[in-house]
């Protein structure tokens, strides 16, 4: 079984937040922008993605721009985990996503964008494959499970080595 915890931005969004991200991690107080704008590629792979029975959504806002976000786009993922403070590069929302789904590192899959994401992961589990999408930044250079220059590319590289089936 796979479980499946996508980054809402630069995933899903059209929206690169790894500056001010960071900016927020060393302790400044940041207005995060938000977009409604959704990758085509999103779009493509969205059906397939939901069939997962276990998807949980990865969002660096709170509570309250993170539901706005989801019902403007429409999107219901089983779990949501929201910004309590830190994001990335903390470890912080992976520790919540295995305090509320319980899900074990070694069969969870993380789609990522940036380096951050990727930091954000392996500072809490190094056992949890980050698949990397090519979106604003290279982030090969962190070795990722797995690095694709579109989410369909991903999935499919997924279901080659019968990860995802």
Known sequence: MVNFAIWLDGVILKIDLTDPLYQQYKGFSVNLPITYDVFEDWLQVYDEIIRVDNFALLSPYDEISTENILNRINLKPKYVIVNKGKTKPSPEPYKLLINITNWDPLETITLA???????????????IKVVCIKRYYECSKYSPFLYSI??????????????LV
């Not at 989410?151 to 990860?163: E, N, P, Q, W, Y």
């Open 150 to 163: 579109s989410l369909t590319d991903a999935l499919a590289s997924l279901k080659r080595l019968k990860i």
């Open 113 to 127: 964008s940036s380096p951050l994401d990727l930091l954000s992961a392996r500072f809490f589990d190094s056992r």
